[in-house]
């Protein structure tokens, strides 16, 4: 059975050639980015290559046709070649649109002195739209150059007129006058049946000289309803030529390219290019970037235990209701002034670290609130109690942790590392006052005045700050990176729920 053209496209392993081929593409250009140079670069980068080009020929064309064409000067086009050819190892070509007899001569030349490894010609003499795109005066020359090519890549209009035969409505036709042409020019031919009726759209290798295992290779698919198949033929060469600079194996690259291509194809509408034939979506593989707010969600996420184990602690509930025993709360409350004078280094750290002055503005300010905090927390309840204990096993931890990310020498770490102190101790001060408003703010509660900080709105947009603030660093960072967030996030917010506990083991 063919594949389903929403198959997910896979890169085959590169062992055989370069894991980044240098590809350089010799066509003509399309201002629209259908189809051309663009196309191109497009389908050379999606299957996992470096992208050149040297510009043949310019048109003004959309996804309706083909305006006007201008064919510059053959010797500029020479110089393009030997400019790059002097200084960049080349992998692979493709040849695309030439537009005249004196350009592909141009082309002939280098190729002959240069002789790349790889090269795939797509002979583009009509487009799909039906505009014709080489002179008539130039297919001779044109047919001199196809012997230098290892794989030619004509559509069936093209095919025809390249081995002086009638347009093919068939498969069976059309594999025929591919032998023709892969006879006549000792190279590999690529049979497209994408212009054919019915269900299936299968491709085909085609050789008569033993270069391949069999003389005629085919790769069934099916066809796609979908007006979208501009520029699909420069693609699908492009895409070629990538794929076998690193394969080396031109069914292998065929098998690579075909679901690839099918799933540019269906993805195609999503891209909502021009009112005609539009382009195929080329990276349709790859994830799209994150939404704002995504990152800070898979954190939240990852919070939710920590959460739920921070309200089932008997120091949550015993503050909710009043009940807590004082000393259980003298000694969180000295933990915390120590804890937030290494917190406040920590956060002066990520403004030292922070990419934009208004987020080096904002650490700055929060590591000065924290101080702030840390003073009168000694002036209001600890200065006139005698319990000062020294640092506990879980504030060391918990700063030690901080400084260990800040050291790390990432930004993107570090803020989110910091993260769960703004994050969860807002959400459980949050709770907390809304359960003593709930309970009509009793004035006997002794931690009333505690309770009612936590309606500062100053610091619950401060930590809204900070969630957009990780949040975009999130969606900005490496794989790698990311899961070294998550990872630093996970422990603080592990290390807030023993903070939280520490009370109840120190008694």
């Known amino acids: ?3 389903a053209p929403s198959a997910t496209f896979t890169a085959a392993p590169t062992t055989p050639g ?73 992998d692979a070509v493709k040849i695309g649109m030439l537009g005249s007899a004196e350009v592909i001569e ?42 230098l090519a290892d794989l030619i890549t004509p559509n069936l209009a093209e095919l025809a007129m390249l081995v002086g035969g009638q347009l093919q409505d068939t498969w069976a036709g059309a594999l025929e006058q591919g032998r023709t042409l892969a006879a006549a020019t000792g190279t590999t031919v690529l049979v497209k049946g994408g212009h054919l009726e019915g269900n299936e759209c299968p491709d085909a290798l085609v050789n008569t000289t033993g270069l391949l295992s069999n003389d005629v290779v085919v790769v069934p698919g099916e066809r796609l309803a979908t007006r979208n198949s501009h520029g699909t033929g420069c693609s699908l060469s492009s895409a070629m030529a990538a794929a076998q600079a690193r394969l080396g194996d031109w069914e292998v690259s065929l098998r690579e390219v075909k679901p690839w291509l099918a799933g540019a194809l269906e993805a195609s509408e999503t891209l909502e290019v021009g009112t005609g034939n539009g382009p195929v979506h080329h990276f349709h593989h790859l994830p799209p970037p994150p939404s ?24 949550i509930r015993n503050l909710a209701s009043g009940t807590l025993e004082e000393h259980e709360f003298s000694y969180y409350l000295a933990q915390d002034a120590i804890y937030l004078n290494g917190y406040s280094r920590v956060l002066a750290r990520a403004s030292a670290l922070a990419p934009t002055e208004a987020e080096q503005l904002f650490w700055a300010a929060s590591a000065g609130q924290c101080l702030e905090v840390e003073s009168e927390l000694h002036r209001s309840w600890l200065g006139t109690r005698t319990l000062q204990p020294g640092l506990g096993p879980v504030t060391k931890s918990y700063v030690d942790h901080l400084t260990a990310a800040s050291a790390s020498g990432s930004y993107a770490v570090l803020a989110a590392a910091v993260l769960p102190c703004f994050w969860l101790y807002a959400e459980v001060g949050a709770t907390l006052h809304a359960q003593f408003v709930a309970a009509g703010e009793p004035p006997a509660h002794p931690y009333a005045d505690w309770l009612r900080t936590y309606a500062d709105e100053d610091f619950a947009a401060a930590t809204r700050r900070a969630i957009a603030i990780v949040d975009e660093a999130g969606r900005k960072a490496s794989a790698a990176d990311r899961a070294a967030m998550v990872t630093a996030f996970k422990q603080s917010c592990r290390l807030e729920v023993g903070f939280f506990d520490a009370p109840r083991l120190h008694s």
Do not use: C
């Open 1 to 3: 059975m063919p594949p």
């Open 18 to 90: 370069r894991a980044v081929p240098r590809v350089l593409s010799i066509a003509g250009s399309d201002p629209s980015g259908g189809a051309g140079i663009q196309a191109d670069l497009k389908s050379i980068a999606a299957l996992g290559g470096y992208g050149m080009a040297a510009i043949t020929a310019l048109t003004a064309q959309n996804t309706h046709g083909v305006r006007s064409v201008h064919v510059p000067p053959a010797a500029f086009l020479a110089e393009q070649l030997d400019a790059i050819s002097d200084d960049i190892g080349i």
């Open 106 to 147: 141009a082309v002939g030349t280098w190729l002959r002195k240069v002789r790349p490894a790889v090269v795939v010609l797509d002979p583009v003499m009509v487009a799909t739209s039906g505009d014709r795109l080489l002179q008539e005066s130039a297919e001779a020359a044109l047919r001199g150059l196809l012997p």
């Open 292 to 315: 704002e707010g995504s990152f800070a969600a898979q954190l939240w996420g990852e919070a939710e235990k920590d959460l739920n184990d921070i309200y089932a602690l008997d120091f």
